[in-house]
């Protein structure tokens, strides 16, 4: 045990994580940056192993030296690179990025997508909390053989941010102009009345409003939006 305290959306992401993982054998947080995330699941939720990367060495120094200093050294590896470069997934593997654009992680899973092998690829599961670009990281998972398994929102401190859970299916899709924006499972759970969700859509048409001045197609979606 430790006396790490995620914040509110961190902790979302982990159980959203540890959900999706039966054996949790490992979870790699990429983009780990102080290393809490991988911390409190080594700890508290049960996975064997983590592997952290960061692209600074600073914060990669810092989760290092938290590591050891709550003795989990030998169960967690902290590597200084881009995303998952020069690191191999693993069967079963839990993927963490939250905190980075929306395009980086389109990247970062691109290349990854690219060494390893379709059927690995398959029991792998991916939990993002992109900051910003979600729509673009939609369509990319959709347009590249993912299904989104998952959608929620989080609030803390008057902010909402979604968290997409997704794995690799071989199945290409193309999602709707409001799926794409909306999120195809939040709308189901906005028409389902969800408390959050709802708050949250009428925060994106608020700001889909200001953006629709200057971005054809996101007013194209909003012109075809019937709710
Ligand atoms: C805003 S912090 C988020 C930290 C933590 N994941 C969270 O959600 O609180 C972003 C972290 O990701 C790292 N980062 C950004 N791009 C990265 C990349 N391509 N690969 C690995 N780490 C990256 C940054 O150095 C930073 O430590």
Redesign the pocket.
């Known amino acids: 045990m430790n006396d790490i305290k995620l914040?509110a959306?961190?902790q979302k992401?982990l159980d959203t994580a540890s959900s999706y993982s039966s054996e949790k054998k490992r979870i790699i947080?990429?983009?780990?940056?102080?290393g809490?995330?991988a911390a409190v699941a080594l700890t508290n939720k049960g996975f064997e192993r983590a592997l952290l990367?960061?692209?600074?060495e600073d914060?990669a120094r810092k989760s290092r030296d938290l590591m050891k200093g709550i003795g989990l050294d030998e169960r967690s590896e902290v590597i200084c690179?881009?995303?998952l470069d020069g690191a191999s997934l693993e069967d079963g593997d839990v993927v963490?990025?939250?905190?980075?654009g929306g395009n980086?992680m389109v990247?970062?899973i691109g290349r990854a997508m690219s060494v390893t092998g379709e059927e690995l690829l398959k029991t792998v599961t991916w939990v993002l909390?992109p900051?910003k670009s979600i729509e673009i990281l939609r369509s990319f998972l959709c347009e590249s053989g993912f299904t989104i398994k998952d959608e929620s929102v989080i609030s803390e401190r008057g902010i909402y941010y979604p968290i997409v859970a997704t794995s690799y299916s071989g199945q290409k899709s193309v999602l709707s102009l409001y799926e794409k924006y909306y999120g195809p499972i939040l709308i189901r759970k906005h028409e389902m009345e969800d408390e959050t969700t709802k708050e949250y859509f009428i925060r994106l048409d608020h700001s889909y409003e200001l953006r629709a001045r200057g971005d054809r197609e996101v007013k194209t979606m909003l012109e075809e939006v019937v709710r």
């Open positions: 914040s959306r961190l992401v947080d990429v983009g780990s940056d102080h809490h995330l990367t960061d692209i600074h914060p690179t881009d995303g963490v990025m939250a905190g980075l980086n990247d970062i909390q900051q």
